[in-house]
């Protein structure tokens, strides 16, 4: 079971960094993703890492702004975010995966069979 953390309320250009955790077994063995939902809209892809950490991958919308890295000693994935903007505000969702090589990055959700619970993150205008 993954679990999600560290949304919030915060002004345009702020920051905000978003941690995902598993129970019962080590993120390390997994390709993890994040993924964000506005109302009314598809899930879209925000940035995902490979099992090794080797490889990122980031939607060309978060580029330069957001940043996707394992903590391999705390088993964490983290989602740092800055130059936070309004049309930021969705659910953030992690998901992962069993990779099929350990450096593959995954960037559809159907790609994933583990989806956390979700996030809030508001970025007012």
């Known amino acids: 079971q993954l679990q999600a953390s560290g949304g919030g309320f915060v002004q345009t250009g702020g920051s905000l960094k978003l941690s995902c955790a598993a129970s019962g077994r080590s993120l390390s063995t997994y390709a993890v993703g994040w993924f964000r939902q506005a109302p009314g809209k598809e899930r879209d892809f925000v940035a995902a890492i490979s099992r090794s950490g080797t490889n990122t991958h980031s939607a060309d919308s978060v580029k330069g702004r957001f940043s996707i890295h394992r903590d391999n000693a705390k088993d964490t994935v983290s989602l740092q975010m800055y130059s936070l903007r309004p049309d930021d505000t969705a659910v953030y969702y992690c998901?992962?995966?069993?990779?099929?090589?350990?450096?593959?990055?995954?960037?559809?959700?159907?790609?994933?069979?583990?989806w956390g619970q979700g996030t809030q993150v508001t970025v007012s205008s």
């Open positions: 998901a992962a995966r069993a990779p099929g090589f350990v450096e593959y990055v995954y960037s559809t959700p159907r790609d994933y069979s583990s």
